[in-house]
């Protein structure tokens, strides 16, 4: 990251091949447009090397870093005007590709192993990992859904984020 920071394009490469499929995932399940997720997968890396500076270490780590931005650029396309639109007007070939589209995104999620790392998870703390992060709810929204205080979506949130970090710590230390 050090060497990102100062503007390394060699370091940006790395990160890019380490961690595009894993954000190219995250962005799939949010815009469901193949094309306009790859699109969106390239701006985030823009939005990357461009806030490269932003990144602090003490506040989280890096694929978290990167996945907030790649996730908050998908969920920012989606509230456009331009993509609601968008997608007033869809053929009905573009609705079955999605369905068998979904099937393979859930490969690509799995080929990280966040999938079985986030099924640890206890019910209530899966499901708001699923919402806010996968499904690309807002925390507000996701009290809605689930018809539950503001307040406590916060607070298992943060919960299942610091047992997702020990989890994965976990498995990084088995490997």
């Given amino acids: ?6 503007g390394d394009r060699q370091a940006f490469s790395v990160i890019y091949n380490a961690y ?9 399940r ?5 094309e306009a997720a790859a699109d969106l ?3 985030a890396f823009i939005k990357i090397w461009n806030s490269r500076a932003n990144y602090d270490p003490s506040r989280g780590r890096l694929f978290t870093w990167l996945l907030n931005i790649a996730r908050n650029t998908a969920i920012d396309t989606t509230r456009s005007k331009q993509y609601k639109a968008g997608q007033k007007i869809q ?9 068998n589209r979904s099937s393979r995104i859930a490969v690509n999620y799995d080929s990280i192993g966040l999938k079985e790392t986030v ?3 206890k019910p209530e703390l899966r499901q708001i990992i699923d919402l806010l992060y996968f499904g690309g709810y807002t925390q507000e929204e996701a009290a809605k859904e689930l018809n539950m205080p503001l307040g406590t979506v916060k607070t298992r949130a943060r919960n ?7 989890l994965m710590d976990i498995q990084k230390d088995e490997r």
């Fill in 1 to 6: 990251m050090a060497f990102l920071t100062r």
């Fill in 20 to 28: 595009s499929s894993a954000l190219y995932g995250v962005i799939a």
């Fill in 30 to 34: 949010i815009i469901t447009n193949e």
């Fill in 41 to 43: 997968l390239q701006e």
């Fill in 91 to 99: 053929p009905i070939d573009n609705s079955v590709k999605q369905v």
């Fill in 119 to 121: 099924a640890k998870l």
């Fill in 160 to 166: 299942a984020l610091i047992q997702l970090r020990e």
